[in-house]
């Protein structure tokens, strides 16, 4: 019987295909490092037994069909899997997987953090400064900024990576915490004393917001110009999320009327675009208190081989025959 064959769309962290060419699978890696572009995917796939994806690739009913029948799973290297029609793989009975593990829930956790630290201590600000040698000497009016300690931090989303965050902020940084989800996390009040909250009343209190939802329908621009109205004007917005989760328009509105004191973005609702719509002639680059980073927070290499020992390991596990280990619902 011939060998399984896999088909993975990008070249990455090498310890999940290892495991997979241990097993005697064949498997091809799309030869260049970008991401593929639509026509070979749909050339590339055909005949795989597994697929194995990224963020980047739309998976849905024609990658489906192109594909074939023997497609046996799809596993998404990614927390997230708003790229796979979940609907069109249930039809098909093909299982889709997803790569959470602790380690991409530290990795994210600690970028939110550096993400919130940069914005309250204007670090990004201060390193253009000093490497523009406009520093003259110490001044006590020279880029201050703000302390996270004893700051109320509200996390939208109490999963795995929301708690990874609620641990450095009340042991690390002595803030208190304020969440909200469709469900109370009671490990997180006993835990962290975390005050369990409406979004309303949340955005009111907190003096950072932090994103940790994934993009579903009910999430798609969930921070709009009503709830930037209920947040302080001197609160940060960090997202590591998913970038439709925050209405991008609305949030360079918040910023050009200073609606609220800066944001921490690492996702774009138009991704790879930073900016959806520049017609307006506003731009989030353009702004010193927004600090931007390209969708880099799981981007660690500890998180980076988990994540590919993940993906492998669902493949394995649903090529032999069980079931998947982290089906995507
Ligand atoms: C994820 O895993 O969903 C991240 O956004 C990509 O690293």
Redesign the pocket.
């Known amino acids: 019987m011939p060998q399984p064959n896999i088909y993975v769309t990008r070249r990455f962290a090498d310890s999940g295909i290892k495991a997979l060419k241990a097993k005697g699978y064949k498997v091809t890696v799309y030869a260049e490092d970008k991401v593929i572009p639509r026509k070979e995917l749909l050339k590339n796939v055909k005949g795989c037994d597994a697929l194995l994806s990224l963020?980047t690739d739309q998976i849905d009913e024609e990658v489906f069909k192109a594909a074939g029948p023997q497609l046996k799973i799809v596993a998404n290297?990614?927390?997230?899997?708003d790229n796979v029609d979940l609907a069109a793989a249930k039809k098909r009975n093909i299982p889709v997987t997803?790569?959470p593990s602790d380690k991409?829930n530290e990795a994210?956790a600690e970028h939110t953090f550096a993400l919130m630290l940069c914005l309250a201590r204007r670090i990004a600000e201060a390193d253009v400064f000093a490497k523009a040698k406009k520093y003259q000497g110490w001044s006590p009016n020279l880029l201050n900024g703000t302390d996270l300690y004893g700051k109320t931090l509200g996390i939208i989303g109490a999963g795995r990576i929301g708690s990874a965050v609620a641990r450095r902020a009340v042991g690390g940084f002595g803030m208190k915490l304020v969440y909200s989800d469709m469900r109370q996390n009671v490990d997180l009040e006993r835990l962290y004393k975390a005050q369990y909250m409406s979004m309303e009343k949340l955005l009111e209190t907190s003096d950072f917001v932090s994103l940790h939802v994934p993009l579903l329908p009910s999430t798609r621009h969930l921070i709009s110009t009503s709830e930037f109205s209920m947040m302080k004007k001197t609160a940060f917005l960090v997202n590591?999320?998913?970038g439709p989760v925050v209405d991008e328009k609305a949030l360079l509105r918040a910023l050009k009327t200073k609606r609220i004191a800066g944001a921490g973005i690492?996702?774009f609702e138009c991704e790879p675009a930073i900016d959806c719509d520049v017609t307006d002639n506003l731009e989030l680059k353009s702004f010193a208190n927004v600090i931007l980073t390209p969708?880099?927070?799981?981007?660690t290499i500890e998180?980076?081989e988990a994540?590919s020992m993940v993906a492998a390991e669902n493949i394995l596990a649903v090529l032999s025959g069980k079931p998947p280990l982290n089906p995507a619902k």
């Open positions: 963020l290297y990614a927390v997230g899997f997803n790569t991409v994210v590591t999320a998913r690492d996702v969708h880099i927070a799981s981007a998180a980076r994540m």
